[in-house]
């Protein structure tokens, strides 16, 4: 059990639902269809990004020696070739997964686990690394589309790169987390993203249930912020945990005008998102 506790918490698996949302919302704005495609699609999806977790701990066990002892690799909960070895071969399993799915999701495969690595191995090294992070999770968007009935289409581009800007917000505000200091406020401008757009998105059986969506997304960033910016005390790893919990909200707005039924499974992955956060952290 002290195993696979240490496993999940090198994945951050209570992130995973962020994902799977990812892809729903994606694959709903290309025109959904095609249902036989979504568990190879989370499945590949999923596998890149657990992997991507493990080689981040891979690449930052030097950084995390020092500023983060806790973490597995330093704790020796685990050693740092079992995390190498798992990294790798999930990122293998993950990009034979989409590559499976057809061409064009196969090439954007690959140009996901590239990135993925890219982030990895330069994100301590870089100012701009978030903006890294913002394209993985844009291609995941790109990427469940492509398997779609109508394929890559205009609002699922729009859709992810709303979500992009609101990632990055939420990784830059992320950098101060083991580093002194208060972040400053111009994160806030890209968190907005995904609301700005939903102001342009009103065609009918948008307007109502988006500018719901809009309110609650609006409220759960501010009530997040308030542990990081507005706090006596701040906390900017929980601020951050419940941001990363609100990209759930971010691709429900997106698909605001979808069937109730989809709905609830927006609201079933939100909650699992904070309940699992309560398991594994976040971060």
């Not at 996901?112 to 890219?118: P, R, Y």
Request: hydrophobic share 55%; with cysteine.
């Amino acid at each position: 059990m002290a195993l696979l506790r240490t496993l999940l918490v090198v994945g951050r698996v209570s992130n995973l639902p962020t994902l799977w949302s990812n892809c729903l919302a994606g694959w709903w704005l290309g025109g959904a269809g095609n249902p036989e495609q979504l568990p190879l699609l989370v499945a590949g999806a999923s596998l890149l990004y657990l992997s991507g977790m493990f080689l981040n701990d891979a690449f930052d066990v030097e950084y995390d020696q020092q500023h983060r002892p806790e973490r597995p690799i330093p704790a020796g909960d685990i050693s740092l070739t079992t995390v190498w070895r798992w990294g790798l071969i999930g990122l293998g399993l993950g990009g034979a997964s989409l590559i499976c799915l057809g061409r064009v999701t196969g090439a954007l495969g690959v140009a996901l686990l590239l990135l993925i690595v890219l982030y990895d191995a330069f994100h301590k090294q870089i100012i701009w690394a978030p903006m890294l992070m913002a394209a993985c999770r844009f291609l995941v968007y790109v990427i469940a589309a492509s398997t779609a009935a109508n394929g890559v289409t205009g609002w699922a581009l729009w859709g992810g790169l709303a979500l992009a800007f609101y990632i990055a917000g939420l990784s830059y505000l992320a950098r101060k987390e083991a580093t002194p200091g208060l972040p400053g406020y111009w994160p806030l401008l890209l968190l907005a993203a995904p609301i700005v757009l939903a102001l342009f998105m009103n065609g009918p059986g948008y307007r109502t249930a988006g500018g719901l969506l809009t309110a609650a997304l609006a409220l759960w960033v501010a009530y997040a912020l308030r542990q990081s910016l507005w706090a006596a005390r701040p906390n900017i790893g929980r601020a951050v945990s419940w941001l990363l919990a609100g990209i759930v909200l971010v691709d429900w707005l997106a698909v605001a005008d979808a069937p109730r039924q989809l709905g609830f499974g927006f609201i079933a992955l939100f909650l699992s998102a904070l309940l699992l956060q309560r398991v594994v952290p976040a971060t």
